[in-house]
Structures are given as C-alpha cells and as structure tokens.
C-alpha cells in the first residue's frame, strides 16, 4: 500500500493539472480475470473474472463475479470480451467494467483511471478504449500502461538496479521484456503465444480422450491445472520412466505421480478440490485420476512444440530477448529476472526455468530469478506495482484529462500511452 504522503503529494499533482478527480482506480485488465483497487486503500484488488455467463434454458446471466453464484457451472455458456488477449466485445467489457466500479466503489466521475492493458495492442483497440472510458464510462482522467512496464519500473524503483527482465506469462500470452535504465527496449521484448487459456484447454483435451470429457466446463478445468498440475525438473526422464526404461517400475513411478481430484457434482459438492493422499475416495462421488497430465501441460511452457506450436519455450524466449540488446545491458538483465502471471505459478517452475535457462547464458554470468514481494502474488503484482506508480508524483506527467481529450482527442492520449509503456 502506498504511504499517505505519497498519495497526498501525487493529488497534489493531479489538482495542478485542473482534474477533479479525488480519487485513483488501477485496473489491470487481464484476459482471464480484472484486477482492481483505489490507490491508498488498505488490501488487495479486488479480482473480477472478465467473463459472462448464461446457463442453458435459463434467462438470466451472470458477469463478473457472478458467475460464483451459478448452481450448476457444467451447463454454462461463457462469453469473453477478450479474444486472444485484445478485448474485441465492447458492450460486454463495459458491462463487465460497470461491475467492477461497482465492487470498488469507484466513481468515475471522481476518479483518474490508470489502465493496464496488453502490449502490442493495435490503435483501433486503443482508440477503442479511450472512448469507452471516457465518454461511456466518464472517468475523469485516463492513464494507459502495460503490466510487464509497471512491473519493471517498480522493480528499478524498488531495488536501484539498472536494469531488469519481466517475464509476463498470463492468460493469453508470454512476454519477455528488458528493461535498462527505467525504461522498456522494445526492439528487444520477445512474446510467445501461449498462456494459461491454451494450457488449460490442452487439459481438457487430454482428459477428454484418457478419462472424462470436461470441455463443456472450462472453469472447472482450470481449476484442475491450477491445484493439480506440476513442473517436471526432467520431464523426458518421466516419459522414459513410464515406459519401462528407468531405475523405478512404471507402476510404481505412475503412482506417485497419480493425483486425484473429487468432481463437484453441484447439489452436494458445488467446487472441486484435489483429495490427500491419506483420504479414501468419497462414496458415490466421481474422481478424476491422472497423472503424467499433470505434468504435460506445463510442460508446453518449455516445449510448445509438444502441442504442435512452432515456437520457442519461456526460456528461449528469455535468451532471445537478452541476445537483442547491447552487450553492456546483459549482466544486469540475467541477475534480475523477475517472473510474475498466473502460469508462473506452477510448482518447481522457477527451478525448472533456471536449470533450462543455464545453458543458454555465458557462464561467467550470473543468473537469478525473483518472485514479486512478499503480501503480493505472480497474478497481482502488476497491480500493486502500477498502485505504487499511481501514489508517485511523476504519475501526474502521463495522466490525460477529459477537457484535453475532448480538445485534442486520441493524438494526446496515443503519445502519453507510448511514452509510459509499449
């Protein structure tokens, strides 16, 4: 949270601009869930899946955080305002926006919105955006970024070092962005179109053709990947193990793999969860069994290949995104990686990312991997850290007001949103 001077002294900023906002709303606007907050309240955003939903035969529907409430989340119909992480549903994300002003508190007329949006969004969304936040919406002010920008501007501003690598692997895609003295080389950021989305929809498609046929619920499923689902450190000797070529039986190498997820049957269980080892099957239940799917799906991460993509895993990625920039910015940006999105948080991820990594790096090189700060998650942090950025006086210098906007329009917004992020 940010401290109390720092927030009196970037509205101080904002006043000296003529804005009438009092307050500022950060909103990361991920493809997968929104993550939002007023800069100086006490906690954590508040986290708004972007999606709608509409059981069958039934005329209500649910957006936002009301698709909790569905009883039966099997029958449901989801629409997402985000297709393949650009938002192309503009009445839908409005919707969706009006629920999460609603679950802040939020007044837009009152308020300077920091948005966070993908990188490498083309102008038409932009433009898109703007308008909608602006005339729609009526926010007061309006400031546009990216999460990978705020997060290594907030880790220069936090460490004093010179420069850093945001590895961004969230819903939609993966980024690999450099960064050198505080600002982004875009020349150098690397992306690879995989994200959490893709991860789980492999999921269901092993566990469609193996066990049970869970596509019709894509919640459900990524609530399996997201308990049950694991980093191999050598997954080829896992493979090679399962099929009798290794030191432990394939039984035996099979069971300890074996994890078991109790299915919800939504009357008397509504959410599943991955059952102990110590605990017995629930009678009259059914339970899911698998195993070397826990591991082949975040597997792509380094092998996308595996899935029939042609492109590079996370830590080629990372090495082609150094191997772009000057020879005097790479010791910094390998002893600062910093990896944050949801599908960074798979067990033995980061041990696995280094291990792979090593032998693409000079070994006179340091090489070390950051998780974001303590009280802050991989899935929030870009928030907490465009949080910080918004209490900073220098906020004031990307802010654009409606009074601006109305008189010199996108042209005002589209160099302020460069000059901030990508």
């Known amino acids: 949270m940010a401290a109390p001077s720092a927030v009196a002294a970037a509205q101080a900023a904002l006043d ?37 939903a509409k059981p069958h035969a039934v005329r209500r529907s649910y957006v936002g955080a009301e698709v909790a409430e569905a009883t039966n ?10 297709d393949r992480g650009y ?71 936090r460490t004093g070092e010179p420069g850093c690598l945001v590895l961004d692997a969230g819903f939609s895609f993966t980024h690999a962005l450099p960064f050198f003295g505080g ?73 300890s793999l074996t994890a078991r997820y109790l299915l919800p049957n939504y009357t008397t269980v509504r959410e599943g969860r991955m059952l102990a080892d110590s ?20 597997e792509l991460l380094f092998h996308p290949s595996d899935a029939g993509l042609d492109e590079c895993g996370v830590h080629e990625l990372i090495a082609d995104a150094v191997a772009a920039t000057p020879q005097l910015m790479r010791i910094p940006l390998y002893n600062n990686i910093i990896a944050v999105g949801g599908s960074t948080l798979f067990p033995g991820f980061l041990p696995r990312l280094e291990a792979d990594l090593r032998p693409l790096v000079e070994a006179s090189y340091d090489l070390t991997l950051h998780r974001p700060p303590p009280q802050e998650s991989a899935i ?4 907490h850290a465009a949080s910080r950025f918004a209490a900073s006086p220098a906020f004031s210098d990307h802010i654009v007001t409606q009074a601006q906007f109305a008189e010199e329009g996108f042209s005002r917004i589209e160099s302020f949103f460069l000059d901030l992020a990508l």
Not at 238 to 251: C, E, I, N, R, T
Request: net charge negative.
């Open 183 to 255: 600002t982004p080389v875009t020349s150098a950021v690397r992306r690879l179109d995989l994200g959490g989305k893709a991860l789980s929809n492999h999921l269901a498609a092993l566990l469609s053709y193996r066990t049970v046929d869970l596509r019709r619920d894509p919640m459900l499923v990524t609530h399996i990947k997201e308990t049950c689902c694991t980093v191999a450190s050598d997954y080829l000797s896992v493979v090679k193990g399962l099929s009798g070529d290794g030191p432990a039986s394939p039984g035996e190498l099979r069971n």
């Open 279 to 298: 605990e017995d099957d629930p009678e009259n239940m059914q339970v899911l069994r698998f195993a070397l799917e826990r591991l082949s799906v975040p």
């Open 380 to 383: 929030d942090h870009a928030w």
């Open 73 to 82: 989340r099997n029958r449901l119909y989801l629409r997402r305002p985000v």
């Open 87 to 157: 938002v192309t549903n503009w009445n839908l994300e409005t919707r969706i926006w009006s629920h999460v002003l609603r679950d802040t508190g939020a007044d837009p007329s009152a308020s300077t919105l920091l948005m966070l949006m993908p990188m490498f969004a083309p102008p038409s969304i932009a433009v898109d955006a703007v308008e909608t936040l602006f005339e729609d919406l009526g926010f007061a002010a309006l400031a546009l970024s990216t999460p990978p920008a705020m997060v290594g501007r907030d880790y220069m501003a």
């Open 16 to 52: 000296s601009l003529g804005s009438t906002a009092t307050t500022t709303l950060v909103v990361d606007n991920g493809g997968g869930s929104i993550k939002a907050g007023l800069v100086g309240a006490d906690g954590t955003p508040v986290m708004v899946p972007n999606v709608a």
